[in-house]
Antibody
Framework: QLLESGGDLVQPGRSLRLSCVASGFIFDTYTMSWVRQNPAKGLEWVAVIDNYGDIRYHADSVKDRFSISRDNSKNTLYLQMNSLRVEDTALYYC??????????WGQGTLVTVSS | EVVLTQSPGTMSLSPGERVTLSCRGSQTLDTRYVAWYQQKPGRAPRLLIYGTSNRATGISGRFSGSGSGTDFTLTISRLESEDFAIYYCQHFGRDNSPRYSFGQGTRLEMK
């Protein structure tokens, strides 16, 4: 199970941190990712992190503003989002990654950026 | 960056029909990393097919995937009422960094 939290209504330019608590599998053996979805852009990959937390990549649209991290001792994945923009409005999913595909998805947490 | 184009955007079908959904890449896709997902209203996407033709755990044998090069398909052999949903294709590639691309989706609606 993947349980996201932290979504909220925030003003442009503000920050937010999303969390995802994992259970039911050995968290520290899986690459994890954040994927977002909104009606305008559809599904969009945001960031990925390897099982150790050493290797991280971010989509160009969020690079230098968002940062993915994990705490394996807490079975938790994070997404720190800074300098939020209206176009970051979306449902953010925490996803288990295997061989380049998204094998298991949480139910999502809604981020709304609006003044 | 690879762009995935799914066609058609919407299909109106009846239960029991066979349907084939298309996903075309803007360049050759790696068959190891082509996947299909199903999404129902208010729900997260669910993995159906990975590696072009491998069914994910618990997925009905009515679903099958195939393809090579730039053209990939998802086939549902006999539509059931629970199959009416949106279907997305996805590809993983690498240049200097990982690239995950999604198609825009095909909606199956009941006629």
């Amino acid at each position: 199970q993947l349980l996201e939290s932290g979504g909220d209504l925030v003003q442009p330019g503000r920050s937010l941190r999303l969390s995802c608590v994992a259970s039911g599998f050995i968290f520290d053996t899986y690459t994890m990712s954040w994927v977002r979805q909104n009606p305008a852009k559809g599904l969009e990959w945001v960031a990925v992190i390897d099982n150790y937390g050493d290797i991280r990549y971010h989509a160009d649209s969020v690079k230098d503003r968002f940062s993915i991290s994990r705490d394996n001792s807490k079975n938790t994945l994070y997404l720190q989002m800074n300098s939020l923009r209206v176009e970051d409005t979306a449902l953010y999913y925490c996803v288990q990654v295997l061989n380049g595909n998204f094998h298991f998805w949480g139910q999502g947490t809604l981020v709304t950026v609006s003044s | 960056e690879v762009v995935l184009t799914q066609s058609p955007g919407t299909m109106s079908l009846s239960p029991g029909e066979r349907v084939t959904l298309s996903c075309r890449g803007s360049q050759t896709l790696d068959t190891r990393y082509v996947a299909w997902y199903q999404q129902k209203p208010g729900r997260a996407p669910r993995l159906l097919i990975y590696g072009t033709s491998n069914r994910a755990t618990g997925i009905s044998g009515r679903f099958s995937g195939s393809g090579s090069g730039t053209d990939f398909t998802l086939t549902i052999s006999r539509l059931e009422s629970e199959d009416f949903a949106i279907y997305y294709c996805q590809h993983f590639g690498r240049d200097n960094s990982p690239r995950y691309s999604f198609g825009q989706g095909t909606r199956l609606e009941m006629k």
